[in-house]
Nanobody
Framework: QVQLVESGGGLVQAGGSLKLSCAAS????????VGWYRQAPGKQRELVTT???????TYKDSVKGRFTFSRDNAKNTVYLQMNSLKPEDTAVYYC?????????WGQGTQVTISS
């Protein structure tokens, strides 16, 4: 069983920054893929960024140049550095990992950007 625990959400003004963390209960090197999704009120959950086993990292177009995925293997933790935040980035952010064909989600962390 894989557990993912997000933290780091909060309320910031537009133009500000936040760094989200996702701590995994297993080695993040065992994941086929790992990344971040978000869901705004009334909208479908969408991909923000993901890192494949190959090391390739992809980003949603609207966050390119502002958000950065990173990881710390020793801490089994992945991060999402979010800069130049906009009100439209407001959402619940979820960590997602795939391991051995199964998909795991964290509980989510709320990010609210005020204009």
């Amino acid at each position: 069983q894989v557990q993912l625990v997000e933290s780091g959400g909060g309320l910031v003004q537009a133009g500000g920054s936040l760094k989200l963390s996702c701590a995994a209960s297993v080695s993040i090197n065992s994941f086929t893929s790992v990344g971040w999704y978000r869901q705004a009120p009334g909208k479908q959950r969408e991909l923000v960024t993901t890192r494949a086993l190959s090391g390739t990292i992809t980003y949603k177009d609207s966050v390119k140049g502002r958000f950065t995925f990173s990881r710390d293997n020793a801490k089994n933790t992945v991060y999402l550095q979010m800069n130049s935040l906009k009100p439209e980035d407001t959402a619940v952010y979820y960590c997602r990992a795939v391991k051995s064909g199964l998909t795991y989600w964290g509980q989510g962390t709320q990010v609210t950007i005020s204009s």
